[in-house]
């Protein structure tokens, strides 16, 4: 085993390309991280491989903040708060008919026990390659920005170091264990202010044309086990 830094930062995203919750610990599964995007808003006149309604179509779906109230193995409970201050299930027609008027979309919305991921369950960047990407970009710090599972500071490692995990098998916390599958392409969701949606370009711009899109990577679970912020995240040799 070879130690390359801790977590710093847990998180989660009940809702998809809504505002996520921080966690102290939680569990590893091989569905990821429980109560993980297990909700998406769907766009019903779209026929691409990615139809969700995302902050791409309306910016503000960032300042909707999630709490999970139940997270069985398959039946999450969501509450939604708007940016006004108004409380829904995410199951209410209230809420799905308020994006509705305010994106001009017809929405629908999908449950999927197993997660409704871009492309794997667990996303993960360190502490060191977010403190670059704001120096080169100058924009504040903001690891919200790129909404990753694990947030990892990395032990005398240099930003940008994680992509070289691809195809390595991380050991996070006692038990569990991670393949990292591939980098992370990034879109303009990282151009967007995670508290008050406004842009900054120059965000996705420093990391488009100075790191080729590629920002932290993205990992599937091996083997499940239990996970808090300061575990140990170590390369299998």
Request: proline letters at 5%; hydrophobic letters at 40%; charged letters at 25%.
């Amino acid at each position: 085993m070879q130690s390359v830094g801790v977590i710093h930062q847990l998180g989660r995203y009940p809702v998809k390309s809504m505002r996520g919750e921080s966690l102290l610990a939680t569990t590893l599964t091989l569905q990821g991280v429980p109560a993980d995007r297990r909700y998406a808003f769907v766009q019903m006149a779209s026929r691409s491989s990615f139809p969700w309604f995302t902050a791409r179509e309306l910016p503000e779906l960032l300042c909707y903040s999630t709490c999970v109230e139940e997270a069985a193995t398959k039946e999450v409970e969501v509450s939604v708060t708007t940016p006004g201050g108004e409380k829904f299930s995410i199951t209410s027609d209230e809420l799905r008919q308020a994006l509705e008027a305010r994106s001009g979309k017809d929405l629908f919305l999908l449950y999927d026990y197993r997660g409704s991921y871009d492309v794997a369950p667990i996303s993960l960047i360190s502490r060191q390659t977010i403190s670059q990407i704001a120096k080169e970009s100058e924009t504040e710090e903001d690891p919200l920005r790129f909404r990753p599972n694990l947030l990892i500071d990395l032990e005398g490692g240099e930003a940008f170091d994680e992509l070289n995990w691809v195809g390595r098998i991380l050991r996070v916390g006692d038990a569990a264990r991670i393949a990292i599958t591939e980098v992370d392409q990034r879109c303009m969701m990282i151009s967007l202010d995670p508290a008050s949606a406004k842009p900054s370009p120059a965000v996705l711009r420093c990391v488009a044309q100075q790191h080729k899109k590629c920002a932290g990577v993205y990992a599937t679970v091996l083997t499940t086990g239990e996970v808090q912020i300061g575990d140990i995240v170590s390369l299998e040799t």
